[in-house]
C-alpha cells in the first residue's frame, strides 16, 4: 500500500498507536497526530523501528481546539497531495474528573474533543479526502452508548458549552457517554452529507481492552481494583486496531458508509423495542444500538448546534 496516507489521532498510546503500527506495517504512509509531541516523537520513532517503515509523520494536533485543527490540516495539506483514510481515533475521558472543563473555543472539552472536533477536521480534509480513490472515515465510538437504552437517559444539548456548569452536576462518564453518542448521530449524518462525493463515513463500537497503569491511576480506588481484574482477560489494543485496518482497506467495507460496525466486524442494527428481555440482550449483546440515535429531532439537532458553531468559527 506504498503511497497510501493515513491520519490516526490520539497515535502515541492505546489502540491509536496499535493502530498505527498496524498501518505502518502494512506499508502506508502514516500521519500521526497528536497533542504531546515530548511523549509522541518516543512513540513515532518506535513505529518507525518495528515496522521498518521510515514513512511515519508527526503533526501536532489538539482535537479540542479549533485553532489547532485548523494549523494541522493546512500543515497536512501542504505536505501531502490528498487523504486515502481519516481516523479519529483520540478522546477525552479524565477519569476522576469532578469539575466542568471548557476548550479553547469554550466548549465542553468532551464534547470539544470527541464531537465537534473530529466534525470540524473531516470538513477541513474534504477536499483532500475527495482526491483519493477510495477515501474512508472511521470515528472511534464506544459501548457506552448502551447506557441509551434507557428511555431516561439524554443529551444535555442545553449544556455542550458548560452553560449550566454552575447548577448541574458534573458527571465525566456521563458526559462522555453523550459526547459518544453524539458523535455516532454525526456519523449517520456526515454520511448522509457526503456520499455524494463518495466520501464513506463509519463508526466502530470499541469493545473492552487493555487499559493502561496511566489511566487506571486516575480513578477512584474501587474503580482501580476493577479495572485491573478486567484487565486480566481484557484483549490488547492491537485486535482493536486489525479491526480499525479491516473496516478502512478491506473490500468487505468498499461500499458501506453511514454505519455502526461491532468488535467482530458485524454491522450494527438500531433497536426495533427496548422493553424487557430485549433491553437485557441489547445491553449484554453487541448486535444493537438505541434508537435515540437514528431519532430525527435528536440527529437534527446535534447537526444544527455543531454546524452553527463551525460556521461562527469558520466564517
Same mark, same amino acid.
Given at each position: 500500500?506504498?503511497?497510501?496516507? @493515513?491520519?490516526?489521532?490520539?497515535?502515541?498510546?492505546?489502540?491509536?498507536?496499535?493502530?498505527?503500527?498496524?498501518?505502518?506495517?502494512?506499508?502506508? #504512509?502514516?500521519? &500521526?497526530?497528536?497533542?504531546? &509531541?515530548?511523549?509522541?516523537?518516543?512513540?513515532?520513532?518506535?513505529?518507525?523501528?518495528?515496522?521498518?517503515?521510515?514513512? $511515519?509523520?508527526?503533526?501536532?494536533?489538539? $482535537?479540542?481546539?479549533?485553532?489547532?485543527?485548523?494549523?494541522?490540516?493546512?500543515?497536512?495539506?501542504?505536505?501531502? !497531495?490528498?487523504?486515502?483514510? *481519516?481516523?479519529?481515533?483520540?478522546?477525552?475521558?479524565?477519569?476522576?474528573?469532578?469539575?466542568?472543563?471548557?476548550?479553547?473555543?469554550?466548549?465542553?472539552?468532551? +464534547?470539544?474533543?470527541?464531537?465537534?472536533?473530529?466534525?470540524? &477536521?473531516?470538513?477541513?480534509?474534504?477536499?483532500?479526502?475527495?482526491?483519493?480513490?477510495?477515501?474512508?472515515?472511521?470515528?472511534?465510538?464506544?459501548?457506552?452508548?448502551?447506557?441509551?437504552?434507557?428511555?431516561?437517559?439524554?443529551?444535555? +444539548?442545553?449544556?455542550?458549552?458548560?452553560?449550566?456548569?454552575?447548577? #448541574?452536576? +458534573?458527571?465525566?462518564?456521563?458526559?462522555?457517554?453523550?459526547?459518544?453518542?453524539?458523535?455516532? &448521530?454525526?456519523?449517520?449524518?456526515?454520511?448522509?452529507?457526503?456520499?455524494?462525493?463518495?466520501?464513506?463515513?463509519?463508526?466502530?463500537?470499541?469493545?473492552?481492552?487493555?487499559?493502561?497503569?496511566?489511566?487506571?491511576?486516575?480513578?477512584?480506588?474501587?474503580?482501580?481494583?476493577?479495572?485491573?481484574?478486567?484487565?486480566?482477560?481484557? !484483549?490488547?489494543?492491537?485486535?482493536?486496531?486489525?479491526?480499525?485496518?479491516?473496516?478502512?482497506?478491506?473490500?468487505?467495507?468498499?461500499?458501506?458508509?453511514?454505519?455502526?460496525?461491532?468488535?467482530?466486524?458485524?454491522? @450494527?442494527?438500531?433497536?426495533?423495542?427496548?422493553?424487557?428481555? $430485549?433491553?437485557?440482550?441489547? *445491553?449484554?449483546?453487541?448486535?444493537?444500538?438505541?434508537?435515540?440515535?437514528?431519532?430525527?429531532?435528536?440527529?437534527?439537532?446535534?447537526? #444544527?448546534?455543531?454546524?452553527? *458553531?463551525?460556521?461562527?468559527?469558520?466564517?
Amino acid at each position: 500500500m506504498e503511497g497510501q496516507i @493515513v491520519i490516526i489521532t490520539g497515535a502515541n498510546s492505546g489502540i491509536g498507536k496499535a493502530a498505527a503500527l498496524k498501518f505502518a506495517t502494512e506499508g502506508y #504512509r502514516v500521519i &500521526m497526530a497528536c497533542r504531546n &509531541m515530548d511523549i509522541s516523537r518516543v512513540v513515532q520513532q518506535e513505529i518507525i523501528q518495528k515496522s521498518n517503515n521510515t514513512n $511515519v509523520d508527526l503533526l501536532q494536533l489538539d $482535537v479540542s481546539s479549533f485553532e489547532s485543527i485548523r494549523s494541522f490540516c493546512a500543515a497536512f495539506k501542504e505536505k501531502y !497531495p490528498r487523504l486515502d483514510i *481519516l481516523i479519529h481515533n483520540a478522546a477525552y475521558l479524565n477519569h476522576g474528573e469532578k469539575q466542568y472543563k471548557l476548550s479553547p473555543d469554550h466548549i465542553e472539552l468532551t +464534547f470539544a474533543t470527541n464531537t465537534f472536533g473530529p466534525l470540524l &477536521m473531516t470538513n477541513l480534509l474534504v477536499d483532500h479526502l475527495q482526491k483519493s480513490q477510495d477515501p474512508r472515515v472511521l470515528h472511534a465510538c464506544t459501548t457506552n452508548i448502551k447506557h441509551f437504552f434507557d428511555p431516561k437517559r439524554k443529551i444535555d +444539548f442545553d449544556n455542550l458549552r458548560g452553560e449550566l456548569r454552575d447548577s #448541574r452536576p +458534573f458527571s465525566v462518564y456521563k458526559m462522555y457517554g453523550d459526547s459518544k453518542m453524539a458523535l455516532l &448521530m454525526l456519523t449517520f449524518k456526515m454520511a448522509e452529507e457526503l456520499r455524494s462525493q463518495g466520501i464513506q463515513v463509519n463508526a466502530l463500537q470499541i469493545n473492552r481492552v487493555k487499559l493502561s497503569e496511566e489511566t487506571i491511576q486516575k480513578m477512584s480506588p474501587l474503580w482501580r481494583v476493577l479495572a485491573k481484574l478486567q484487565n486480566l482477560s481484557n !484483549p490488547l489494543p492491537s485486535g482493536m486496531a486489525d479491526t480499525y485496518f479491516h473496516i478502512c482497506t478491506s473490500d468487505a467495507f468498499k461500499n458501506v458508509t453511514g454505519q455502526l460496525i461491532n468488535h467482530k466486524r458485524e454491522i @450494527v442494527q438500531s433497536s426495533t423495542s427496548e422493553k424487557g428481555i $430485549v433491553q437485557l440482550r441489547n *445491553l449484554f449483546g453487541s448486535a444493537s444500538y438505541p434508537s435515540y440515535a437514528t431519532d430525527v429531532d435528536n440527529v437534527e439537532q446535534i447537526w #444544527r448546534i455543531c454546524t452553527a *458553531l463551525m460556521k461562527s468559527y469558520l466564517s
